[in-house]
């Protein structure tokens, strides 16, 4: 059947569909969900993006968009900001995000003897606590704030009763801002795997 909406390909989980989604809702736009499994990814997915990850947003003209931040900068109609934001989302994507795959899963990836992997990951958040006020932004919720909660929600519950006893009290209340909110209720229904038999999974707006 072949869609009049947007077309999302997303795994529920991923912190990087995540934010896409979050940017599709907040701004309203209704779109068509295709619920993916990462170990058996759909050949349609394939096909639009060979690099086979999520989320994949094909556009009512066939136009591809294949990385998070292009769907978050298309779906909020922004095409430039700060360079504070920018280099922000940068060090969430790179420097913090390879700490944090390490912290969570040790033993998958080759770690450094000797490095304290939660250390390094508590530089980015203290970061953040200094420049929270009460968003990294200023005082409401912008591109760069949904772009980098996943990734700290993510590190809150690897270990709760450590991030809980940790004196970041402008990063938790920032973080209990989106996990409270009606956006990320929203964001966080689960979908069935979707295959080209199933009907269309849309959420209108």
Known sequence: ???????LYSFRRCPYAMRARMSLYSAKISHEHREIVLKDKPAEMLIISPKGTVPVLQL???TILEES??????????????????????????????ALDRYK????YPEKEGVNYRERCEQFLK???????????GD?????????????????MVDIEWFDSQPYPSLKAWLDYF?????FQMVMQKYPTWSPCSQPTLVVF
Do not use: C
């Open 179 to 183: 996990t409270s909110s009606s956006l």
């Open 127 to 137: 970061k953040l606590e200094a420049q929270l006020m009460p968003f990294l932004a």
């Open 69 to 98: 931040l292009d769907i978050m900068r298309w779906a909020s109609g922004i095409s430039s900001m700060a360079e504070e934001e920018k280099l922000l989302i940068i060090e969430n994507d790179t420097t913090f995000k390879h």
């Open 1 to 7: 059947m072949t869609s009049t909406y947007p077309i």
């Open 60 to 62: 009512a003209d066939k």
């Open 105 to 108: 899963y040790p033993g998958r």
């Open 140 to 156: 409401a919720a912008r591109l760069v704030d949904m772009a980098i909660f996943p990734f700290i929600r993510q590190l809150s």
